[in-house]
């Protein structure tokens, strides 16, 4: 069992629906990411959290930590927020490094 | 715009050979990361470096080698011990106890086909 599973592996919306992404993760944290990654490859942080909620325009994150569980919000969606969306998790004990552990990503595609 | 640069973008290579992959960052980012990604998993760690002159192998180092030699640069060389060097190759760098905690930022990554 991975230690960071996602949820669903692949969605289609149509444009203006409310989706969520889901991401449990099995150790103890000290920070979670949220990053987005387009066809051509590249990444882009969208949140990290380690409480609590964020917003950032159309886009929610939330995280319990007790349930060890966090949530991706896309508020009226559109076609270009097709991408796939990747949880990662900062286990606590790394040290003064940052290292990662990654979800299998979130495949969305958004259509008109 | 400060960010991380890699280069090249798309690189072919034949099997046997050795070939560097670049990552410069100028956000004065103290720690920097080399990830591998293939199809259906997760981003994985190869190699991870929190100072300069210093780096650690990460979950799959086998068969590659970095250098740390300026706070700015952080290759990666894939050498012709990795036997399956196909991938897309992602530098990260972070900047560990900021207000803000531990930000990442990624480069647009490298794809390597070796054949």
């Known amino acids: 069992k991975n230690e960071v599973e996602q949820s669903p592996q692949n969605l289609t919306a149509q444009e203006g629906e409310f989706i969520t992404i889901n991401c449990s993760y099995s150790?103890?944290?000290?920070?979670l990411h949220w990053l987005q990654q387009h066809p051509g490859g590249g990444i882009v942080s969208l949140f990290m959290?380690?409480?609590g909620k964020k917003k950032h325009g159309r886009l929610i994150a939330t995280i319990n930590i007790q349930e060890k569980h966090s949530s991706l919000h896309i508020t009226a969606s559109h076609p270009r927020d097709s991408a796939v969306y990747i949880c990662?998790?900062?286990?606590?004990?790394?040290?003064?490094?940052?290292?990662?552990?990654f979800g299998t990503g979130t495949r969305l595609q958004v259509t008109l | 715009d400060g960010g991380i640069t890699q280069s090249p973008k798309y690189l072919f290579r034949k099997e046997g050979q050795n070939v560097t992959l670049s990552c410069e960052q100028n956000?004065?980012?103290?720690?920097m990361y080399w990830y591998r990604q293939d199809p259906g998993q997760g981003l994985r760690l190869i190699y991870y470096?929190?100072?300069?002159?210093?780096?650690q192998k990460g979950d799959i180092a086998e068969g590659y080698s970095v250098s740390r030699e300026k706070k700015e640069s952080f290759p990666l060389t894939v050498t012709s011990a990795q036997k399956n060097p196909t991938a897309f190759y992602l530098c990260?760098?972070?900047?560990?106890?900021?207000?803000?905690?531990?930000?990442?930022?990624f480069g647009s990554g490298t794809r390597l086909t070796v054949v």
């Open positions: 150790v103890g944290i000290s920070a």
């Open positions: 990260a760098s972070s900047m560990p106890g900021t207000a803000s905690g531990y930000g990442y930022t």
């Open positions: 990662a998790v900062r286990s606590v004990g790394t040290g003064t490094a940052s290292k990662l552990t």
């Open positions: 470096s929190q100072i300069v002159n210093d780096f």
């Open positions: 956000l004065n980012h103290d720690a």
């Open positions: 959290l380690s409480s």
